[in-house]
């Protein structure tokens, strides 16, 4: 972010872009308008989804602005890319010009942004509406599940890019491998991370997909288990006859699903019966090298780098996916062996007094137990120390008995405050990181309450040794922790 312009007058900072960039391609939008050219702003910007939207639209020829209420990661490459990015939100940041406006689901709709273009007759829709836009394009590959979503869909991206067929995506992680959280690929195919929260999947128009796993999450938008799978169903029905349904043969919720399908319907698992199956699994620091079994063959000493059981799980759904899309199988078995992952999936962010530091965006319970197990087969740490920065009062009081069940692995584990972003002041009230640690505590897990990240900071620096391993966990901004311990001498 060099290139800024600051008004500090109405606490404005804008970052302008450079000239606009030309764009000869034919996608378009609301059926009928070239994403070349066509103006967008984004409110709320800075998220994983929105950002890499913004990168999807730039990379397509649209004219790129947005606003957000504080810095964030990816700005600068945004503004590189030719945005206008706009640091804290104002009426006056919406062009009379602009196309379309873009809202994340975080903004509420008294943001002046949000009113300006009410006023002024702007077509505005949310992220999901133009992920749904956009789907509707291409021959669109859509992942869906509980956990996994973002590694899995930039591994079927790499598998197809590695099989010659240049899709574009759109992740909410990046990945280098695949040139970011999205881009634009000369091929027909679109790869999609496809989020169950708030049913913004049902906006989206798959032409496979897959289900990765069905479990209780975001229930402050859902009643129970069965209004999840409900919605899931739902997404499922949107995949069309010709099309391919991939999922989960391990998860009895997942494998439900199959009877709401019109499509073909494919399995992966570990167990006999799957479509795609993984057997003679032999573990090697964490990760895995098996011998893949599908449609009558056999291949043996295949391999996953990335560590974790569910991680392998995770490519054999991609591997259905991008198989079905024309990769083939040689190109779909050296992505396998050669895909290093999203950031803050299990990142590897250094060592600070001989300890390795990790970061992950684990935040549900299933998540962070499998994670953590990972953790200790690939660094077999002699004490494993977790930070774990809670995400929402609401989950964390709704799964708070899941989360004492957690952190088996995990010698010490020092809990800050939560971060909360969408909960009502009932929610805040309810629960908080003490009582948390009173469960964990409770549930023979040794915890601390350590309010602010400088507390964390003060705790580690006097505890931490050689030989150790730091976690730090969570959605929210505990990555923080992690950069400042890789960067302290």
């Not at 910007?45 to 004219?63: E, K, P």
């Not at 379309?100 to 942004?113: G, H």
């Not at 530091?357 to 120390?385: N, Q, S």
């Amino acid at each position: 972010m060099d290139s800024g312009a600051l008004r500090l007058g109405k606490m404005n900072v804008q970052i302008q872009s450079k000239p606009d960039k030309q764009f000869d391609g034919e996608r378009q939008f609301d059926g009928g308008r070239s994403l070349a050219g066509c103006r967008v702003h984004l409110v709320g910007i800075g998220g994983c989804g929105m950002s890499a939207a913004a990168r999807f639209l730039l990379d397509s020829g649209s004219v790129v602005s947005g606003s957000d209420m504080k810095a964030f990661a990816g700005a600068g490459a945004l503004v590189e890319a030719g945005a206008t990015v706009h640091l804290f939100h104002d009426a006056q940041h919406l062009r009379d010009d602009v196309d379309l406006v873009v809202r994340s689901a975080a903004v509420p709709d008294s943001n002046p942004e949000l009113v300006a273009a009410t006023c002024k007759g702007k077509r505005v829709i949310n992220y999901a509406e133009l992920l749904g836009e956009l789907t509707a394009k291409k021959t669109s590959v859509c992942i869906a599940g509980t956990h996994g979503k973002s590694t899995t869909t930039a591994l079927t991206a790499y598998m197809m890019r590695v099989g010659g067929l240049e899709p574009s995506h759109v992740v909410g992680a990046e990945s280098e491998q695949i040139g970011g959280s999205s881009g634009v690929g000369a091929g027909e195919h679109l790869v999609v991370e496809s989020c169950e929260f708030d049913r913004s999947f049902l906006h989206l128009h798959p032409t496979s997909a897959a289900i990765l796993n069905v479990e209780a999450d975001h229930l402050d938008c859902f009643d129970d288990i069965d209004d999840i799978v409900e919605a899931f169903g739902s997404f499922v029905k949107r995949v069309p006859k010709s099309g391919l349904l991939v999922l989960n043969f391990e998860d009895d919720l997942s494998l439900r699903l199959a009877g709401a399908a019109n499509c073909r319907v494919q399995t992966f698992g570990f167990t006999p019966g799957a479509d795609w199956r993984a057997t003679d699994l032999r573990a090697d620091k964490g990760s895995f090298v098996f011998t893949l079994l599908h449609d009558g063959q056999v291949f043996t000493d295949c391999r996953v780098k990335l560590a974790g059981r569910y991680n392998l799980s995770n490519a054999l759904a991609a591997a259905a996916l991008a198989h079905d899309a024309g990769a083939e199988m040689n190109a779909i078995i050296e992505a396998m062996a050669t895909f290093e992952g999203v950031e803050r999936r299990m990142t590897c962010r250094g060592t600070w007094k001989g300890a390795t530091v990790v970061d992950d965006y684990a935040h549900h319970p299933t998540e962070i137990k499998v994670t953590l197990d990972a953790v200790r087969c690939r660094y077999a740490p002699k004490r494993m120390w977790v930070v774990f920065q809670p995400h929402q009062a609401s989950r964390t009081h709704q799964l708070m008995e899941g989360f004492g069940r957690a952190f088996s692995d995990a010698d010490v584990v020092l809990v800050p405050d939560i971060f909360s972003v969408r909960d009502s002041d009932e929610d805040r009230s309810r629960t908080d990181s003490a009582q948390l640690v009173e469960r964990l505590n409770h549930a023979g897990v040794d915890s601390r309450y350590m309010p602010s990240f400088e507390d964390v900071w003060a705790h580690l620096d006097n505890h931490v040794s050689d030989g150790d391993c730091v976690v730090t966990m969570g959605a929210g901004d505990v990555w923080k922790v992690a950069d400042s311990l890789v960067n302290r001498v």
